[in-house]
């Protein structure tokens, strides 16, 4: 009985917690469905006065369609993600599997970059970007994920291919496959947890950013959702808060959407790979 009361006791303090965590999210879905003048007055998560034009209304109330910046802010994930896929594959194998001078100082220094705080290389890079006309464009979004630049995403793949039997390499190398072969045909396909967890935080994170494309992009056409978003605030400190709470709420979609489907191998993938 003791134990029954115990589990209760857990399971509603649980419920607890859930219910604070969700109410954040729960008055912003309200508060697209009230009128800007009453968001703040009228607190009931059930909106006493409905108001369900801030979505077709925020939809084109800015310079260019909500679609335009979803569709850039997918592109730029799309190719984000593949970036990452490969390039910290590649390398993850490479710290994993293969043996070569001075593997262990090169992985300790990988790791040494995760403690250097991004705001330090803000200068340097955006100067290396001024320097190459990439200004503007979606190529300083995009290449530094193809070259491996993610320390985390790296360790996490090195964890998960160490946990895999080096027999798997030894019979690769008797039927005549070298490294690349060993690791497209053999290595890769028992990844896809590793690959799953990286797609869903890739996404996440790039889907979410807001400072560097505020950084690199200019131009209202190429902006990304956070940075359209940005836009109904004005420069008074003004807001049409109805209809930014309204495509506030459908950007969550796809970010919510993914982590579902993907959301059983990545708990695959950290259990795997030792990240609790």
């Not at 968001?39 to 909106?47: C, K, Q, V």
């Amino acid at each position: 009985m003791s134990l029954l009361r115990s589990r209760f006791a857990r399971h509603i303090m649980l419920c607890l917690i859930g219910a604070v965590m969700m109410y954040p999210l729960l008055w912003m879905v309200s508060s697209s469905l009230k009128p800007s003048k009453t968001i703040f007055t009228d607190l009931a998560l059930w909106p006493a006065a409905w108001d369900l034009s801030n979505y077709p209304d925020g939809w084109t109330a800015l310079e260019h369609p909500f679609s335009l910046y979803f569709v850039n802010s997918f592109v730029i994930v799309v190719l984000s993600i593949i970036g990452n896929l490969v390039s910290c594959s590649l390398a993850a194998y490479g710290f994993a599997r293969l043996n070569f001078t001075g593997r262990k100082l090169f992985f300790a220094l990988m790791l040494g970059t995760m403690m250097l705080p991004g705001h330090v290389l803000l200068v340097p890079q955006y100067i290396v970007f001024a320097k190459l006309d990439w200004i503007n464009t979606y190529y300083p979004l995009l290449v530094p994920n193809f070259l491996a630049t993610n320390a985390f995403y790296i360790f996490l793949m090195v964890q998960f291919m160490r946990s895999l039997p080096h027999e798997l390499d030894d019979a690769a190398r008797i039927d005549g496959c070298g490294p690349f072969r060993t690791f497209w045909s053999v290595i890769m396909p028992l990844c896809l947890p590793a690959f799953a967890t990286t797609a869903i935080f890739t996404f996440i994170s790039v889907w979410n950013e807001f400072f560097a494309p505020l950084i690199y992009l200019t131009d209202s056409e190429l902006y990304t959702v956070p940075l359209a978003l940005r836009q109904f605030m004005d420069s008074e400190g003004q807001s049409q808060w109805g209809q930014m709470f309204a495509m506030s709420f459908l950007s969550l979609a796809p970010v919510v959407g993914f982590f579902i489907a993907g959301q059983k191998y990545l708990v695959k993938g950290i259990a795997t790979t030792g990240l609790k």
